[in-house]
């Protein structure tokens, strides 16, 4: 009788789940990702779940690395532009492309992250809103800047200017997790633009 070969296993590919994981979170928010959903999408047990990511919320924490380094590159290119016009323009307009791409959940993980949550999850809550606050800083910084160099108005407040781009990018992202389309979104930063300073 012959023996029988096997096959080698199959070798895990955290890299590949941890990506399923992040769209599940982008789709559904870490209150809303199941652990049955998340080991199903990730094709892994909960057991091994754990073994490899260690908890739910450390899995969340390591998925919004991951779409961190592939969306925090706009916010930084944007940041480099000659005048703040510029950067706010190819800040919203990115988001609106990023936002309704065919192949992933629309919206934004930081975003749709977070916005309902429980006691129990209000460590995962206050870093979303820490991520989102740090990002207006720096762009209000950068408004400052622009004022400095005469870009902008003298009695042009940045903070308040950073903050309004922001609630417009935010509100971009429910919007388009809502079904708006990126001609929509588009319309939204030309009148954005149209309003501009200057």
């Not at 096959?7 to 789709?27: H, I, S």
């Amino acid at each position: 009788m012959k023996e029988r070969k096997l096959g080698r296993p199959r070798t895990f590919d955290a890299d590949n789940a941890l990506e399923k994981a992040m769209k599940v979170f982008w789709e559904k928010g870490y209150e809303g990702s199941s652990l049955p959903e998340l080991t199903e999408a990730m094709g892994m047990n909960r057991p091994s779940l754990y073994a490899v990511f260690g908890n739910k919320e450390n899995l969340f924490r390591m998925a919004l690395e991951r779409y961190g380094a592939a969306h925090d590159p706009l916010f930084e290119a944007a940041l480099e532009l000659h005048s703040a016009r510029e950067v706010v323009e190819h800040f919203l307009r990115g988001n609106a492309d990023a936002q309704t791409e065919e192949e992933n959940p629309h919206g934004c993980l930081v975003i749709n992250g977070a916005l309902a949550c429980s006691d129990d999850a209000l460590p995962i809550r206050n870093s979303l809103i820490e991520r989102r606050a740090a990002a207006e800083v720096r762009l209000r910084d950068r408004f400052d800047r622009a004022k400095r160099e005469g870009d902008l108005p003298a009695d042009f407040c940045a903070s308040q200017m950073a903050r309004y781009v922001m609630t417009v990018s935010n509100g971009m992202a429910v919007q388009a997790a809502a079904g708006a389309t990126r001609k929509q979104l588009q319309e939204v930063v030309d009148q954005v633009l149209r309003g501009w300073p200057g």
